[in-house]
């Protein structure tokens, strides 16, 4: 059974930090591309940032400079670093693991900004 489980959400103020992590079970995890994801209310799922299974990472142009996104393919386990938090970064953050011909999602962790 595959399961990607999140955690590190929560609320913190403008300007602090948060990192999330995303821990995989029943997949080659090694051989996935793992994403982050996040989608605010009334709004539609957005790609905040990738890694190949190479390491190769990419990330949305909203968060280049404060995410970064690293896996340890020794823990079966992806991260998300955020800092510089904005209020706009409020949402519920979902974890990907991709092949070409499938992918999984975990359940979410919210990240709040707010004073």
């Known amino acids: 059974q595959v399961q990607l489980v999140e955690s590190g959400g929560g609320l913190v103020q403008p300007g602090g930090s948060l990192r999330l992590s995303c821990a995989a079970s029943?997949?080659?995890?090694?051989?996935?591309?793992m994403g982050w994801y996040r989608q605010a209310p009334g709004k539609q799922r957005e790609l905040v940032a990738s890694i190949s299974s190479g390491g190769t990472t990419n990330s949305a142009d909203s968060v280049k400079g404060r995410f970064t996104i690293s896996r340890d393919n020794a823990l079966n386990t992806v991260y998300l670093q955020m800092n510089s938090l904005k209020p706009e970064d409020t949402a519920l953050y979902y974890c990907?693991?991709?092949?070409?011909?499938?992918?999984?999602w975990g359940q979410g962790t919210q990240v709040t900004v707010s004073s």
């Open positions: 029943g997949i080659s995890f090694s051989l996935y591309a």
């Open positions: 990907n693991a991709k092949l070409p011909t499938r992918a999984y």
